[in-house]
């Protein structure tokens, strides 16, 4: 993926892996200071690019292949995985996973889209699309999880709910909205982070939660700023004036009251720094989880419902 | 009456006919304006059941009188100062407004069915396609809140192409608050009826309107989630025609039953009567 607002990042990480390379067949070639320099400059030209971001460059970010997913995560942050399959109605989606998972001391219940890192995997998973038997299954997890009296611990990275004739078949609608009904409900403390791509209601349906996350150069939107551009301009080339229209980006919908904590992702961007990103989402999970372990089952579910019901503007009159 | 339609009319139709006649949006049929009326705007050709406003709804559903509105004063802002190629997000709103005279999508209050008291939403897809955003979602919890206070059975009537895309993310989180104000109706006993009229799609359709403890659907009314082009675009395959109505969502088992409107008073009626019966 080509993100031009980079500049010539690409070029010096190109020299600087040039040169690590050349340092490691040669220990004694001198390329030490070299590389220290060129570090230094990359740090430049990514801050730079990386401060000052359009929200269409920002979908470009959110979008990236290399950005990480959540097994991702799941591998760098959680002591344990144990994957659980399967709705009990029709079928195992792959386009949302889940299951038991530690974090350092926490048992908790981990549930997210998984896109692919390759076309094969894409294929598998809709490219994060996820069908209703993957809404269905994170239902019955999150069931599971009240059950045992665990959090709930969402991650959120996918285009929108798969839009399929065979998913409007099986009740892609039905599926979402009862997500939407009986996560209000859960009487388990539930963190939504928005990873990547939050699509429409297809990232709605498993993100309902006490506290909503979203890292720096992710997005969330009600439309893609393509769909948008090409309905409300009637040109989907607008996607650019959409995504700054609908204000889809971390800061906006802080702003808006919408996500509660925006994590910081390294300079450059998640893609390029894989530990550092999950370093950061594995902080700021083990602190919400802290507070929200102290609040009774009752308040959880009452303030989650006065937390839904303060969102929205409108006039009085 | 068909042997009168089914002959051959010219396309172009003369201005004073115009206001005699309504031409049905299914079957193309000509029909009386007088008898579409009469007939609840369903056409007496095809049974196709057309849009109407929440006022002529009301009146099909309620005894005659006794609806009261609740919330009244709820009226569309404008949170992201939206602005597209066609102008901004207030101005239409504001136009909207003129020439509706509603203040949102919406409209909430309680009526009786044959003198059973309910609590009442109604959509008006008239402004901005029946759209869910702030204004509308605030409307149909509050509605809920209401009904749940005063254990009245909840109706809502949809009629609603999705969320709203000029509110942006707040339209999109309207889905959850209005199924959080169902999920209280459900834990507390409070029945709570949806009829998905045409059209019932998006955001709408993926929250309060399959959520019912019973789901209606009026005939041919197009219902799902997803737009015919972006699945068609999807599984590079032509759908069927009659994919996405009331009569292929009863078929998939997402709804109880699908009623016509002259008979959609009787039905919730004879529906209500089981709840708290001995
Ligand atoms: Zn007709």
């Known amino acids: 993926m080509n993100l031009d607002f980079e500049k010539n990042a690409p070029e010096i990480e190109e020299k600087i892996a040039e040169l690590t390379k050349q340092k490691a ?55 344990e995985f144990i994957e659980l399959h399967g709705d009990r109605c029709f079928g195992d989606d792959k ?38 038997e993957g809404y269905r299954k994170a239902l019955r997890l999150m069931k599971l999880a009240e059950k045992f009296k665990i959090p709930i611990i969402t991650f959120i990275d996918t285009p929108g709910a798969y839009p399929g004739a065979d998913a409007e078949a099986r009740g892609q609608a039905e599926a979402i909205a009862r997500n939407l009904t009986e996560m209000s409900q859960l009487e388990v403390p539930v963190i939504v982070v928005v990873t990547g791509e939050g699509g429409s209601g297809g990232a709605l349906g498993i993100g309902v939660g006490d506290v909503i996350l979203m890292l720096s150069n992710s997005v969330y939107s009600v439309i893609s700023p393509e769909g948008c551009a090409s309905i409300l301009w009637r040109d989907g080339s607008k996607a650019p004036e959409a995504a700054e229209a609908l204000k889809i980006t971390a800061n906006s919908l802080f702003k808006l009251g919408i996500v509660d904590e925006i994590i ?21 999970l083990l602190k919400h989880l802290n507070i929200l372990r102290r609040v009774s089952e009752r308040k959880l579910v009452d303030r989650r419902f006065e937390k839904y019901c303060r969102i929205g503007r409108f006039k009085h009159r | 009456m068909g042997w009168f339609r089914k002959k051959e009319k010219p396309q172009e139709v003369v201005t004073e006919k115009k206001d005699l006649w309504t031409i049905c949006p ?36 309620l005894d005659p009188g006794t609806f009261r509105e609740i919330n009244d004063n709820v009226s569309t802002a404008d949170p992201l100062e939206f602005k597209d190629s066609k102008g901004s997000y207030a101005e239409k709103a ?59 059975p909840y ?23 209005t199924c959080a104000g169902v999920a209280r109706l459900k834990k507390m006993g409070i029945p709570y009826i949806s009829i998905l009229t045409d059209p019932t799609t998006g955001g709408v359709s993926a929250s ?71």
């Open chain 2, 94 to 152: 504001e136009a909207t407004k003129v020439k509706t005279g509603m203040k949102e999508a919406v409209i909430t209050g309680r009526g009786k069915i044959h003198g059973i008291r309910v609590v009442m939403a109604v959509m008006d897809f008239r402004f901005l396609g029946g759209s869910l955003a702030s204004g509308t979602g605030e409307k149909i919890l509050l509605a809920s809140e209401y009904a749940l206070r005063h254990k009245y």
């Open chain 2, 208 to 278: 309060f309107a399959t959520m019912g403890d019973i789901n209606i659907a009026e005939p041919k009314a197009l219902i799902g989630f997803a737009g015919r082009r972006v699945i068609e675009e999807t599984i590079k395959q032509k759908l069927p025609d009659d994919f996405q109505t009331a009569e292929y969502v009863l078929d998939h088992g997402f709804i109880d039953q699908i009623v016509n409107r002259k008979e959609m008073k009787n039905f919730l009626y004879k529906v209500l009567r089981y709840w708290k019966a001995k």
């Open chain 1, 25 to 79: 067949t040669d220990p004694n070639a001198k390329v030490d200071d070299q590389i220290v320099g060129l570090k230094k400059e990359l740090d430049k030209v990514l801050k730079e690019a990386y401060a000052h971001l359009t929200p269409w460059q920002t979908v470009q970010v959110a979008r990236h292949p290399n950005r990480p997913l959540l097994r991702d995560y799941i591998a760098g942050m959680c002591g």
């Open chain 1, 264 to 284: 910081p992702e390294p300079i450059g961007g998640a893609h390029r720094d894989y530990d550092g990103t999950l370093q950061a989402v594995k902080q700021a």
């Open chain 1, 95 to 132: 386009g949302i996973i889940g299951g038991f998972a530690t974090i350092a001391d926490s048992h908790v219940m981990i549930i997210g889209h998984q896109k692919g890192k390759n076309l094969e995997d894409n294929v598998k998973s809709n490219f994060g699309m996820a069908t209703p």
């Open chain 2, 26 to 61: 299914s079957c193309k049929a000509h029909v009386y304006k007088d008898e579409w009326d009469k007939n609840f705007s369903v056409c007496p050709q095809c049974n196709f059941h057309d849009k109407i406003n929440w006022k002529e709804r009301m009146d099909i559903l």
């Open chain 2, 155 to 177: 109706i809502v009537v949809s009629a609603s192409g999705g969320a709203r895309m000029h509110e942006g993310i707040i339209s999109l989180m309207q889905m959850a608050k």
